[in-house]
């Protein structure tokens, strides 16, 4: 279960896997995944790197709020 379902359908629209993800904001899988779950949170740079990889990856402008589900 993801606390993150936008950052999920953008993982699979471009078929991001965790361990491309881990790698590209400098964290383990097991770290990302605690953090994809809610038992941590992410830092903001953590985001920003989420975001750019993923903006990279699909060519298409990415938002940290739809992303991060933040109001």
């Known amino acids: 279960f993801s606390m993150y379902p936008n ?3 953008e993982k699979s629209r471009t078929r991001t896997t965790d361990k491309e993800l881990a790698e590209a904001s400098c964290m383990s899988v ?5 953090k994809l779950t809610g038992e941590r949170e992410f830092t903001i ?3 920003w790197l989420i975001c ?9 402008a990415q938002s940290l709020k739809h ?4 109001n």
Request: glycine content about 4%.
């Open 67 to 70: 992303l991060f589900n933040i």
């Open 7 to 9: 950052l999920e359908a």
């Open 30 to 34: 097991r770290t990302l995944y605690s």
């Open 45 to 47: 740079a953590e985001a």
């Open 52 to 60: 750019a990889y993923l903006e990279k990856k699909s060519g298409r």
